[in-house]
């Protein structure tokens, strides 16, 4: 099975930028969905963005306009452009994949910590 490792992370202030990485061990191409999800200290698992394997995209409102997610099959690797960062945006960020038509993903890896200070 394809792994998935997150990077990219680090500290940022408020309105700053950063580009997080998902590095597949395998083709990513055959990767139905692949999504980003964070965690926050003390809150659930979210799911911040998705994309498929034919490149349609979806985002939680509080990250719309803000986020890009993006994938480059030649590299294996799947992005997700963060821009305007809020200190609200601070977490764990994972990245993990699912098949259409289903909703269970893989296992997770150990995430990328973003923090945005104020």
């Known amino acids: 099975q394809v792994q998935l490792v997150e990077s990219g992370g680090g500290l940022v202030q408020a309105g700053g930028s950063l580009r997080l990485s998902c590095a597949a061990s395998?083709?990513?191409?055959?990767?139905?969905?692949v999504g980003w999800y964070r965690q926050a200290p003390g809150k659930q698992r979210e799911l911040v963005a998705t994309?498929?394997?034919?490149?349609?995209?979806n985002y939680v409102d509080s990250v719309k306009g803000r986020f890009t997610i993006s994938r480059d099959n030649a590299k294996n690797t799947v992005y997700l452009q963060m821009d305007s960062l809020k200190p609200e945006d601070t977490a764990v960020y994972y990245c993990?994949?699912?098949?259409?038509?289903?909703?269970?993903?893989?296992?997770w890896g150990q995430g990328t910590q973003v923090t945005v200070s104020s």
């Open positions: 993990n994949r699912r098949r259409f038509g289903s909703m269970v993903w893989g296992s």
């Open positions: 395998g083709s990513i191409s055959s990767i139905n969905v």
């Open positions: 994309i498929t394997s034919g490149g349609t995209t």
